[in-house]
């Protein structure tokens, strides 16, 4: 089988000039492997791009975090004897305690307590969320400071009406004012600020998956963020939610929305979970919280990715199933036009080998020609998916070599049996052959 | 030396459950550098006779040897070798191949050969130009006429240096003036050596050879001698 350079050469200009002679039948045939291609590398592109955009989301939740959330309980209306009652639920200043102080292996806690509110500066005035937290809350959340710094200690032990806004409420408030150093007011009183952070944004993607749709923390209606000391957003806010419902009145306190636990390493993770569950089990009567792992969902997610990406791809494939029977069937048809050509060619001296090299190559060359036009027009698809369609796409260098090779694969496997069929004919036959 | 020693040869296909006897029993020489010509009516066995000597077909019984060699055990691939090597074909529709110029149709027999192209390149300039076609090298079969395409098939035949050259009523589709000169051809590489056998209905053709031998019913009937051996 060892095959001289010279020879390859020879047999390839020989496959051309073969298939040049068909021109049309050789590009309509090469058609079905072209699109087979651009379909295998579209739809992986379009697949990875859909995904990594909810993995990223995911990922920036910290794959080391481990997120308790406080979630409504229904309520009992048994117990509180129809008297109207407080609705007291959800994570506490004791349980973050708790946390830190009875497990060891945490590294960082950070309570976090949010709520609506309505700042203002000057005449101009924007819905906000306020996110009271600690120092630390850079270590679970990615925060680019802009401008000036982020919560310190001592803002938070002073009890400092200090805060940082998100770079989403400059333009809004602040118009081209510099907001560092200025007042806002919210709520009555006024809060210096004293920096502007990079907005985080949790949502996953602009179509919202379900996972990153359960993840978001920012409330449909605040425009940002405003990020103050956890004693400051305690003391100057009540704990009472107050909201009229079915034409009662009904009241709700909640301490914290939220404790961010982080751990070493990604494999202490879901022991960690484990633990924290136990511990907030015995703190808490009701159901009233639930654990969010990043790192669950961001394995769960690429597992979702996994399967889709076999899904697009088997489709795919199965185009390029259909192409590669195109080409056995247009061979099959051309072997049998050429039989006499075989006649002559075994006349002349050309072994069974040397007619199944020529089909072959000639399979080769059309299936391959493809897979690289394919290629093309697999790399276009995807940009116009994301110009077009807004959709984010990524094309993997993985795919290419895949689709590229399936595409020699196809050529090989419906290559082999015309090949073989012409390579076994009978020469005087073929020679009789009109 | 003895080109060909056929000894008793049978060919025998099976229709069915019939047997068919196209070969039965013959017995034949041929000597290096003999101008053989074989006739017979349709039936009589020629074509099967020029395939078994091609090395097309096999025999059922007896034995072949070409140039010494017993081909009747050789397997597919030594066949093929031996066709490519030792035998030129020239066939009466030329049968050459449609996608390839002149050049490179006289070039495909040392191509199975496994010779480079820069040698196949200059053998088959040598050969086209000894056909009288230096001036076609770069047309294609179906830009040439049937004597022009019959010359190339020579060429053809001639590559690999056979020791024996098969002729299957080479004249056949031809008209008169170029059947004279691809006989004319034919006659001067018998002047210069080469041993041929040619099939053919034409007794102007046969005149020319040696040899003639009658063909009926898959056995000699006889032999005439037309020239000096």
Known sequence: MAMHVSTIKRTVTLGLKSLWMHRLRSALTMLGIVFGVASVIAMLAIGEGASREAQDAIARLGSTNLIVETVEPPKERADTGGQEEVHRYGLTYKDAEAIHDTIPDVDVVVPIRELDQEARYRRRKVAVKIVGSIPWYTDIVPIRMLRGRFLSSIDLRQQQNVCVIDERLVAGLFGFEDPVGKDLQIHGSCYRVVGVAGAVTFEAGRNGSTNGAALSSSSGAAAGNVYMPLTTAKSRFSEMDLAFSGGRESAKRVELQKITVKVQSMDDVLPMRDVVEALLKRLHEKNDYRIVVPLELLRQARRTQFIFSIVLGSIAAISLLVGGIGIMNIMLATVSERTREIGIRRALGARKHDIVVQFLSETLLLTLAGGLLGILLGLLIPLLVTHFGDMPTIITSTSLVLAFGISAAVGITFGLYPAYRAANMDPIESLRHE | ?229
Request: proline share 3%.
């Open chain 2, 1 to 229: 030396m003895v080109i060909v020693a056929i000894e008793n040869l049978c060919k025998t296909y099976q229709l069915g459950s019939r047997e068919l006897c196209v070969l039965r029993g013959m017995n034949l020489s041929i000597a290096g550098g003999q101008y053989v010509a074989i006739m017979g009516p349709s039936g009589s066995g020629k074509s099967t006779l020029l395939n078994v000597l091609g090395c097309l077909d096999r025999v059922t019984s007896g034995t072949y040897e070409l140039a010494g060699q017993d081909v009747s055990i050789l397997s597919d691939d030594e066949l093929s070798r031996i066709r490519g090597a030792r035998i030129g074909f020239i066939f009466q529709s030329y049968n050459l191949i449609a996608q390839l110029n002149v050049i490179e149709n006289i070039e495909v027999p040392m191509y199975y050969q496994g010779r480079s192209e820069r040698e196949s390149v200059s053998r088959a300039r040598e050969l086209a130009d000894m056909v009288g076609l230096a001036d076609r090298l770069t047309h294609r079969p179906f830009e040439l006429s049937g004597g022009e395409q019959q010359r190339v098939a020579i060429a053809r035949a001639l590559t690999n240096d056979p020791v024996m050259i098969l002729a299957d009523e080479p004249t056949g589709n031809l008209d008169s003036e170029s059947g004279a000169e691809i006989m004319r051809i034919l006659q001067e590489l018998h002047a210069r050596g080469r041993t041929l056998v040619i099939v053919t209905h034409d007794s102007n053709v046969a005149a020319r050879a040696q040899r003639t031998i009658h063909l009926l019913d898959g056995r000699i009937e006889r032999e005439e001698r037309t020239g000096p051996l």
